[in-house]
């Protein structure tokens, strides 16, 4: 961050336009990097403490499938639209045809799982029962897809903190890009639960980690943008990975969260039809009203 400070250099007059890596901006943007570190770790990491509760699996399953259908569609669709629009002329879906390339590289995911296991079956014996190892394989392609999804999106949203040329700008990226990742953190921390319900906490721990410093990593690309003007490229790059990131984050909602759910060792009485709409209701209707600020 201090390397890409002084190859930015201070040569603006602050009196015109405000210095954007100025020292006390550069704090602020710290300030940022710290918070919305800790302010996804922690959410990150706390289902695995409410995995014992089985009705909490039950319904934060379904709310993180609204969680990110929501973002799928009201986010990262209608950004990577918005984005293609302001970058290109021509009148081509970008964003949509991206969108389901994303979702068929899930399918394909499982494809290249099912046949490389499959081999490794033939090759051993035919007798064994290989389903449990393949869906564990499914499970940890599937898991690493979504986090890539995330960690990729989420470091363009620390880029805005990071490109930020006023500590009211920064302020307001961080506010908002908080109550993406707040959320979209305790819905990664279900969604890992429900693939491999097993999951130790070291890796529940790393792959929290993981989404954490995503962001922090874009503040510091963000000024490193900013020292050499290549925010164009940036922008493209913005546009491709949340288009591809919509049709990821709609396939592990639609095939792994919302039509899946998660089955209860023990009967509970929130595991009803009734109960997974309104838990799946809340998960898109806390990214409908977050979106209220993101503009």
């Known amino acids: 961050i201090l390397l890409s400070a002084a190859a930015h250099g ?17 704090l602020v943007k710290l300030w940022c990097l710290t918070l919305v570190f800790m302010g996804t770790f922690v959410p990150g990491i706390s289902p695995y403490f409410m995995k014992w509760n089985e009705g909490f699996l039950v319904l934060g399953t ?11 569609l009201m986010h990262f669709l209608s950004d990577s639209n918005q984005k ?87 302020w307001k990226a961080l506010w908002t890009v908080s109550l993406h990742k707040i959320f979209a953190a305790v819905a990664m921390g279900i969604a890992l639960l429900r693939i491999v319900p097993d999951r130790s906490l070291f890796s529940c721990v790393a792959y929290a980690f993981a989404f954490a410093m995503s962001s922090p990593l874009g503040v510091a690309i963000g000024l490193v943008i900013d020292a050499t003007t290549q925010s164009r490229v940036a922008d493209w790059v913005y546009a491709i990975s949340t288009g591809l990131a919509c049709g990821v984050f709609i ?28 838990a799946a209701l809340l998960g898109v209707g806390v990214i409908a009203v977050v979106m209220i600020w993101d503009t």
């Open 10 to 26: 201070g040569t603006h007059d602050s009196s015109e336009n405000p210095d954007p890596m100025s020292k006390s901006l550069i």
């Open 62 to 72: 379904q709310f993180a499938g609204g969680v990110f259908l929501g973002t799928a």
């Open 84 to 170: 293609f629009g302001e970058l290109t002329n021509k009148k081509y879906p970008f964003a949509f045809m991206l969108a389901s390339g994303g979702y068929l590289l899930m399918m394909l995911a499982d494809c290249v799982v099912s046949y490389v296991h499959g081999k490794e079956s033939d090759e051993t014996s035919a007798d064994v029962e290989h389903d449990a190892p393949l869906a564990a394989a499914a499970s940890l392609g599937d898991t690493i897809l979504l986090i890539v999804a995330l960690c990729f999106h989420s470091v363009f949203e620390g880029i805005a903190i990071g490109v930020a040329e006023t500590k009211g700008d920064a």
């Open 251 to 278: 396939s592990v909602s639609i095939n792994h969260l919302l039509s899946k759910g998660y089955t209860p060792r023990q009967p509970v009485l929130v595991d009803t039809l009734h109960y997974r709409f309104l």
